[in-house]
C-alpha cells in the first residue's frame, strides 16, 4: 500500500473508433504520447499513460476502438479493448454528441453492462452543441444504463477535463504510486518513435491508403559524444499502388512524412535525429499472424 489516503489506480478509456480517446489522453497527461488522426483505428495496441498529482497516481491504458472486427488485425485490437475492461478499476466510456446511439455504440453497451467496474461516461466535443442539448444527452444515457457518473467534456478546448480528473480518483482505491513522479508513460521510446511516423503517413496520406501500413523501427541508436540518434524506419504497405503513394512524386510525399515525424521524435527525445524512412509492400499483412507479430500486435502478450 502507498501512505494513507493517496489514490492509485487504473483507467481504461473506451469508446468508438475516431472518438477523441487519444486527443483526450494527451491534454490529460499535458503531453503527446498517443497518436492522433481524423482516421478511425488510429490506436492498436493498449497505450499506458500515467497521470500524478499531490491526489495520487492514475494509469491511463487507451485502448484502440471496440468495433466488429474484419481482419486479424480488426480482432487483435477488439480483444485488447475488450479485455481491458475487466481488468481497471474504472472504465472511461467516451461518446460524441450525438442523439442516436449508433451500432457500434450499442455493441460497446452490451459489453459494459456485464462489467463490474464503475462505468463514468465522458461526453466529449460539448463546445460543439447547446447546453439543452447536452442536457437532453445526458437523461437519454441515463435511460440507457446506470453510470457512476456522467461528466460532460471538451478534450481539444480542454473544457472540465480538472473535472473529469476529480470524479476518477473518486473512484480509486488507496493504493501505491506504480511508477515515478516523472513518468508519463510505459512505452518504450522506439515504439513511440514508430507510433509517430504512422501518425504523420496517416496525416498526409489520402484515403486511398487507410490503415494497410504499419511502422518498424529498424535502427535507433544515440551517436557517440555527439546527441545525435540515428533512426532508420520502414513504412509496410499492403499494395505497390499504396508504396508509390506513400513516396510520392519525386519522392515528395515520404520526405514529408519523414520532416513531420522528426520534428516530433526531436522534441521528445529533446535531441537531434537523423530520420530515415523505406517503404515495404507486404500484401495482406493485416491478415498475416507472423507479420502481426513481426509489427508489435502480438495476442499472447495481452
Not at 61 to 87: C, F
Not at 232 to 243: G, P, Q
Request: aromatic content about 6%.
Amino acid at each position: 500500500m502507498g501512505k494513507k489516503g493517496y489514490l492509485s489506480g487504473f483507467v481504461s478509456l473506451i469508446g468508438r473508433p475516431n472518438v477523441g480517446k487519444s486527443t483526450l489522453m494527451n491534454h490529460l497527461i499535458g503531453q503527446k504520447i498517443a497518436i492522433t488522426s481524423e482516421k478511425p483505428q488510429t490506436t492498436r495496441n493498449r497505450i499506458q499513460t500515467v497521470y500524478t498529482d499531490e491526489r495520487g497516481q492514475i494509469v491511463f491504458l487507451d485502448t484502440p476502438g471496440i468495433h466488429k472486427a474484419r481482419n486479424k488485425l480488426d480482432s487483435y485490437m477488439v480483444t485488447v479493448a475488450e479485455r481491458t475492461l475487466q481488468e481497471v478499476d474504472v472504465v472511461l466510456w467516451l461518446v460524441e454528441p450525438v442523439n442516436h446511439i449508433g451500432a457500434n455504440e450499442q455493441h460497446i453497451l452490451q459489453q459494459l453492462k456485464t462489467v463490474k467496474t464503475p462505468v463514468i461516461l465522458v461526453i466529449n466535443k460539448i463546445d460543439t452543441i447547446k447546453k439543452e442539448e447536452l442536457i437532453q444527452l445526458i437523461a437519454m444515457y441515463n435511460e440507457l444504463m446506470k453510470f457512476a457518473e456522467i461528466v460532460p467534456v471538451s478534450a481539444l478546448k480542454e473544457k472540465n477535463t480538472d473535472e473529469l480528473l476529480r470524479v476518477i480518483y473518486e473512484y480509486l482505491p488507496e493504493g501505491p504510486q506504480y511508477f515515478d513522479e516523472d513518468t508519463v508513460t510505459d512505452q518504450p521510446m522506439r515504439q513511440i518513435a514508430a507510433e509517430l511516423i504512422r501518425e504523420k503517413a496517416l496525416r498526409n496520406l489520402k484515403d486511398e491508403v487507410p490503415h494497410g501500413i504499419a511502422v518498424t523501427i529498424e535502427v535507433m541508436k544515440e551517436r557517440e559524444d555527439s546527441g545525435l540518434f540515428d533512426i532508420e524506419a520502414t513504412i509496410i504497405c499492403e499494395k505497390d499502388s499504396h508504396k508509390r503513394i506513400i513516396i510520392g512524386k519525386n519522392g515528395a510525399m515520404i520526405k514529408k512524412i519523414g520532416t513531420d515525424a522528426r520534428r516530433e521524435i526531436e522534441a521528445l527525445l529533446d535531441a537531434r535525429v537523423n530520420l530515415n524512412l523505406w517503404v515495404k509492400v507486404r500484401k495482406e499483412w493485416r491478415d498475416n499472424e507472423l507479420y502481426l507479430k513481426n509489427y508489435g500486435y502480438r495476442k499472447d502478450e495481452l
